[in-house]
């Protein structure tokens, strides 16, 4: 359900559009295929997406702000259905955007298919983040965030471990197969340092630039993770939306 929500935020994402009606839409969309919101009232927050623009990292609030060519988006999903959680994000880029923030993007997902291969039975979560963090700091230089990290889930929406973006191999907890992990590499275009806004959730870039987030419900395999959420999908999507931008994605990944 989280995947199909993307596909529906997809078909919708265009200039002019305000990110308050993507989030209405989407928990309608939600609701009435038998799901539950997990964000809505989470600790407070009060949207069913979290929706971060350009420099906002994660925590975005959806809002009456209007979409514009150049902005990039990303979108933060949650479901409860069936007793246990997903959580999935993606982000997206609206008509003409720089060089610089698609290859951004390009590195932050394939960032994330190296630590899902890694998310494999006898390993550990340092396994995880040294794959995220060698190759985008370590071969592109960019911010790898470190205040905010990715997590266990299941039948609550964030359970032990948490799984950061940065750390060294054979660190942290031991991977069991079975054990199901949000892995969420959140990537700056400039420095790591971030800090939170007045309204206490959206996280955003000190310098000003681009963030990028995307995410994986992964289980624990034998041999390597397997995402359980589905980019394929949203990305069928992206690519029949003429007003994004889908050029970015050409996989360097090894998995």
Known sequence: MVTATHVEVAGLLKPG?????LDKMAEQFIRDNGGVPSFKNYNGFPYSLCISVNDQVVHGFPSDYELKDGDIVSVDCGVYMNGF?????????????AAETLQLMRVTK?????GVAQAKDGNRVGDISY?????????????????LVGHGVGKKLHEDPQVPNYGRRGDG??????????????????KRNIYTLDDGWTVVTEDGKPSVHYEHTTVVRRNGGEALSDFAPIEAAEQKNKELNSTYYTSE???
Not at 85 to 97: C, L, N, P, Q, S
Not at 173 to 190: D, F, Q, S, T, Y
Request: net charge negative.
């Open 131 to 147: 794959a995220i963090e060698q190759y985008t700091f370590g071969q592109f230089g960019y911010g790898v965030v470190r205040e």
């Open 17 to 21: 559009i305000t990110t308050l009606s």
């Open 253 to 255: 990944a090894t998995v």
């Open 173 to 190: 907890k031991r991977l069991k197969e079975g054990m199901v992990l949000a892995i969420e590499p959140m990537i700056n275009l400039g």
């Open 85 to 97: 959680h997903g959580d999935h994000a993606y982000t997206f880029a609206i008509g003409e955007v």
């Open 110 to 114: 394939d960032s994330l298919m190296r």
